[in-house]
């Protein structure tokens, strides 16, 4: 998913996108392509090598969030590979291109598919036989406060675009309404992977899970303590991005604390917000003086500033 980390109408750098407004004044902004590892019912991410979104050498064209898609896949998808990796991805991605360049690197992808944005698959799946090409059931949940009815239509093998050497993809949609028959939500899916009705409702929430990356990535890093969007700088060169990784590095070694060290959960046991554990760290590193070895989780901690 994209995101931007720094905007201005005045202050800009050679490395700043633009965007022109109807009011004449212009929008400077810098953006970054930021691949996260998330695990369908698991709150933790794992952040990995931003693709910085940025005017690239002999190109014309503003780049664009599609574009370093493609130049991240190009040059880390061979290091996943190997590990049966799903590549998830909003509406933006569900283009041939991108999907069949993830094929070509022996990764798996689940992408959001819009009706409004692909009008050739809706056009089949309206034409298609309800009772020989789609598949549909339903199953009804308690909530724990009321009950809510899923709805799960899948077929395989539908085109994803008009043409002979259209990509055949394998789509889903699931539909949420509540006791009253009023959807409350709705969403389709488009993938390389097999649908059936076992594995269904785990590929549906396998493909939601890429809300993580937004909810669990990009909003801790601006509303949690990291100051994601703050100036720290454009300098000459990448002094920006130079920064910006050193704060996806500081919340990766976070995470990774999280996961291994009995001393840091304990410590965010008693301290889960994040701005209250950064502000007593930043206290007890200023004052005293610790021996690393016997404190050494407050090393990475103090990354984050």
Not at 219 to 232: P, Q, W
Not at 247 to 261: G, M
Not at 287 to 299: H, K, P, Q
């Given at each position: 998913?994209?995101?931007?980390?720094?905007?201005?109408?005045?202050?800009?750098?050679?490395?700043?996108?633009?965007?022109?407004?109807?009011?004449?004044?212009?929008?400077?902004?810098?953006?970054?392509?930021?691949?996260?590892?998330?695990?369908?019912?698991?709150?933790?991410?794992?952040?990995?090598?931003?693709?910085?979104?940025?005017?690239?050498?002999?190109?014309?064209?503003?780049?664009?969030?599609?574009?370093?898609?493609?130049?991240?896949?190009?040059?880390?998808?061979?290091?996943?590979?190997?590990?049966?990796?799903?590549?998830?991805?909003?509406?933006?991605?569900?283009?041939?291109?991108?999907?069949?360049?993830?094929?070509?690197?022996?990764?798996?992808?689940?992408?959001?598919?819009?009706?409004?944005?692909?009008?050739?698959?809706?056009?089949?799946?309206?034409?298609?036989?309800?009772?020989?090409?789609?598949?549909?059931?339903?199953?009804?949940?308690?909530?724990?406060?009321?009950?809510?009815?899923?709805?799960?239509?899948?077929?395989?093998?539908?085109?994803?675009?008009?043409?002979?050497?259209?990509?055949?993809?394998?789509?889903?949609?699931?539909?949420?309404?509540?006791?009253?028959?009023?959807?409350?939500?709705?969403?389709?899916?488009?993938?390389?992977?097999?649908?059936?009705?076992?594995?269904?409702?785990?590929?549906?929430q396998a493909g939601r899970?890429?809300?993580?990356?937004?909810?669990?990535n990009n909003n801790t890093?601006?509303?949690?303590?990291?100051?994601?969007?703050?100036?720290?700088?454009?300098?000459?060169?990448?002094?920006?991005?130079?920064?910006?990784?050193?704060?996806?590095?500081?919340?990766?070694?976070?995470?990774?604390?999280?996961?291994?060290?009995?001393?840091?959960?304990?410590?965010?046991?008693?301290?889960?917000?994040?701005?209250?554990?950064?502000?007593?760290?930043?206290?007890?590193?200023?004052?005293?003086?610790?021996?690393?070895?016997?404190?050494?989780?407050?090393?990475?901690?103090?990354?984050?500033?």
């Amino acid at each position: 998913d994209g995101t931007w980390f720094f905007s201005s109408k005045k202050i800009h750098c050679q490395n700043c996108l633009t965007k022109e407004h109807r009011d004449g004044t212009t929008t400077y902004y810098h953006s970054a392509l930021l691949p996260v590892v998330v695990v369908p019912g698991s709150s933790r991410v794992i952040p990995l090598a931003p693709e910085f979104i940025r005017p690239q050498d002999g190109k014309e064209k503003q780049d664009c969030e599609n574009a370093a898609a493609k130049r991240w896949i190009n040059g880390k998808g061979a290091e996943y590979s190997s590990l049966g990796v799903t590549v998830l991805g909003d509406d933006l991605f569900s283009r041939q291109p991108v999907c069949q360049l993830v094929l070509d690197k022996n990764l798996n992808f689940i992408f959001v598919c819009k009706p409004s944005s692909h009008k050739w698959l809706s056009e089949w799946l309206a034409e298609a036989d309800p009772v020989e090409d789609l598949h549909e059931f339903s199953v009804t949940k308690w909530t724990g406060k009321k009950h809510l009815t899923y709805t799960y239509l899948y077929v395989n093998g539908v085109p994803l675009k008009d043409g002979e050497e259209a990509l055949l993809v394998n789509w889903a949609q699931l539909t949420i309404t509540n006791e009253q028959g009023a959807v409350t939500f709705r969403n389709s899916f488009v993938s390389n992977h097999k649908i059936t009705k076992g594995n269904v409702a785990a590929f549906i929430q396998a493909g939601r899970s890429r809300w993580k990356i937004e909810n669990e990535n990009n909003n801790t890093l601006k509303t949690k303590g990291y100051h994601f969007e703050h100036n720290f700088g454009h300098g000459k060169e990448n002094l920006s991005e130079t920064l910006l990784s050193l704060n996806l590095f500081s919340f990766l070694f976070h995470t990774v604390l999280e996961i291994f060290d009995d001393k840091y959960r304990l410590i965010r046991e008693t301290l889960p917000r994040r701005k209250d554990f950064f502000n007593d760290i930043r206290a007890l590193t200023r004052y005293i003086c610790f021996d690393t070895s016997s404190f050494n989780f407050a090393l990475a901690a103090s990354c984050t500033f």
